[in-house]
Nanobody, 124 residues
Framework: QVQLVESGGGLVQAGGSLRLSCAAS????????MGWFRQAPGKERDFVAS????????YYADSVKGRFTISRDNRKNTVYLQMSSLKPEDTAVYYC?????????????????WGQGTQVTVSS
């Protein structure tokens, strides 16, 4: 099993920045990819960004490309989502996910483990 714990959410004004963290523990050797998803009230859980566990490949949703950056710290088994130029439409609960089957993927069905989520609220 892999456990994921997100942190770093909060309230920020439009145009501001936040950095989310996702600490992985347990059988981390089985992880092949990490991803970030978000879910706004009444909406589906949408893909935000993905990174291969080796760090060599990244993939972003068009809506965040150029504003968000996914990265990882190998020593800490932690993945980050740096969010800049935030917009009110970025408001959502952000979830970290880990896959043991794919390199990178935008499909939530490709991920086997999920964190509990962290709220991000962007005020206008």
């Amino acid at each position: 099993q892999v456990q994921l714990v997100e942190s770093g959410g909060g309230l920020v004004q439009a145009g501001g920045s936040l950095r989310l963290s996702c600490a992985a523990s347990g059988r981390t050797f089985s992880i092949t990819a990490m991803g970030w998803f978000r879910q706004a009230p009444g909406k589906e859980r949408d893909f935000v960004a993905s990174m291969s566990w080796s760090g060599g490949t990244t993939y972003y949703a068009d809506s965040v490309k150029g504003r968000f950056t996914i990265s990882r710290d190998n020593r800490k088994n932690t993945v980050y989502l740096q969010m800049s130029s935030l917009k009110p439409e970025d408001t959502a609960v952000y979830y970290c996910a880990a896959s043991r089957r794919v390199a990178v993927s935008s499909s939530r069905w490709a991920y086997d483990y999920w964190g509990q989520g962290t709220q991000v609220t962007v005020s206008s």
